[in-house]
């Protein structure tokens, strides 16, 4: 926060940014007032000429109509489909250790953090994972653009994701397609046959909700794992513990997100004129509301710059909070408990290399590593 207030308005970006926590809080918490669906404040003139919108997707969805896609989807997506992940999991990350230990070098990102979710994610869907070299150029474009979109670059920053998007959609509703003729035992097959009260996803829907899992699914998990380790790296008493005792990972999990939060930022745009941190915020105005910031309120944590898993409770808000909840945090964290036990099984120390160091995302709204040699 460039004021020190936990809300204030970022003119040259022309929009809302909220950092503190019960503010935050407040904003995840009212949909009616906060809605999801940014696109709607964008000037029609900032948007790319072909017709390419976000609107419809989970994400971007206010109640009623995203309590309905939530509950059909989640049918699809449920956490026991998650749980018996789990020895493959382990299997994946023991032969990608395998692979890296031949090489005889390791880099965490390239050689486990990025490809595992990717696999992983893959594999439930039912999409071949032998075409993750596909999946990585698509969230690369999608992603890894730097700097903020300014409201003057935004129709720009559009026009660029336009192909990949229409590439990815393409390639997922071939897929989904073709699950419609032959069902096969995935999640694909679980969305297209998915139904709640008697209702269906439509087919956009099923495509739009296989886009949101192959790219949430995979980029955060990736800098869930870097941030993890830069973490015990950085706080190795920390490490010593988790290590002596693997019943903490989970906790460790947790403040990993608290502390170096993947997903930064969440959007949202006011219907009305609201009141929140002791500023009026008019109507139609785009909110930024920084997890990332939130989750250093000492306000709400105490020592928030010091990573301590033994924080009881944890509240942090790294899978965002309300109706809106991250669907994969079950998958994130199961995903990130047996990657760290395993990294601890056979890493030991689990230690960055101070010769060749981490880089960092360019993107400021995504805190995590692309590179993290160890
Ligand atoms: C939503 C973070 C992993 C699927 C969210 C939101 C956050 C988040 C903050 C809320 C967005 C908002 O309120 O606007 C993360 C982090 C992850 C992670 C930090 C990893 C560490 C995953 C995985 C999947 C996934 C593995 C799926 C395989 C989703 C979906 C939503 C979502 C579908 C939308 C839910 C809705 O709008 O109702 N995630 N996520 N995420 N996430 Fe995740």
Same mark, same amino acid.
């Given at each position: 926060?460039?004021s ?36 709607r ?30 509950k ?7 956490r026991?489909?998650? /749980?018996?992940?789990?020895? *493959?999991?382990? !299997?994946?990350?023991h032969e990608? +250790?395998? @692979? =890296?230990?031949?090489? #005889? ?13 990717v ?34 670059r935004?129709?720009e ?15 997922l509703?071939?897929?989904? /397609?073709?699950?419609?003729? *032959?069902?096969? !035992?995935?999640?694909?097959t679980? +969305?297209? @046959? =998915?139904?709640?009260? #008697? ?15 192959l ?21 190795p ?31 949202r ?6 009141e ?62 047996v ?36």
């Amino acid at each position: 926060p460039r004021s020190g207030q936990p809300v204030e308005f970022d003119a040259s970006a022309g929009m809302w940014n909220v950092y503190g926590y019960p503010e935050l809080h407040e904003v995840l918490m009212d949909p009616a007032t906060f809605s999801s669906n940014t696109m709607r404040v964008v000037p029609k003139e900032m948007l790319p000429k072909e017709g390419f919108s976000l609107e419809g997707f989970i994400t971007q969805l206010d109640p009623p109509e995203h309590g309905k896609l939530r509950k059909l989807v989640s049918s699809a997506f449920t956490r026991k489909v998650v /749980a018996d992940l789990e020895p *493959r999991i382990a !299997a994946l990350t023991h032969e990608l +250790l395998d @692979e =890296a230990r031949d090489r #005889g070098r390791f880099e965490l990102v390239t050689d486990l953090a990025y490809p595992l979710p990717v696999i992983v994610i893959a594999e439930l869907l039912g999409v071949p994972s032998s075409d993750r070299a596909l999946f990585k150029k698509w969230a690369d474009a999608l992603f890894q653009r730097d700097a903020k979109p300014t409201l003057e670059r935004r129709a720009e920053d559009l026009d660029a994701v336009m192909k990949p998007w229409r590439e990815m959609s393409d390639y997922l509703a071939d897929h989904a /397609a073709e699950r419609k003729l *032959r069902p096969r !035992a995935d999640l694909l097959t679980r +969305l297209v @046959e =998915a139904e709640v009260d #008697g209702e269906r996803l439509p087919d956009d829907q099923v495509v739009n909700f296989a886009i949101i899992l192959l790219l949430a699914g995979h980029i955060t998990t990736t800098m869930l794992l870097g941030n993890t380790v830069l973490c015990l790296d950085a706080f190795p008493d920390q490490q010593d513990k988790a290590r002596a005792d693997r019943s903490t990972i989970p906790d460790v999990i947790e403040e990993s997100l608290r502390f170096l939060t993947p997903f930064a930022a969440v959007g949202r745009a006011t219907t009305r004129e609201v009141e929140l941190g002791g500023v009026t915020i008019p109507a139609d105005q785009v909110v930024m509301g920084w997890l990332a910031v939130a989750n250093r309120d000492p306000r709400q944590f105490p020592n928030p710059d010091v990573f301590d898993p033994g924080r009881d409770p944890n509240p942090h808000v790294g899978f965002g909070r309300g109706i809106h909840f991250c669907l994969g945090a079950p998958l994130a964290r199961l995903e990130g408990r047996v990657a760290l036990n395993i990294l601890l099984d056979r890493l030991n120390p689990l230690r960055t290399n101070p010769d060749d160091p981490a880089e960092l995302m360019p993107t400021p709204t995504m805190t995590g590593v692309r590179r993290l040699p160890l």
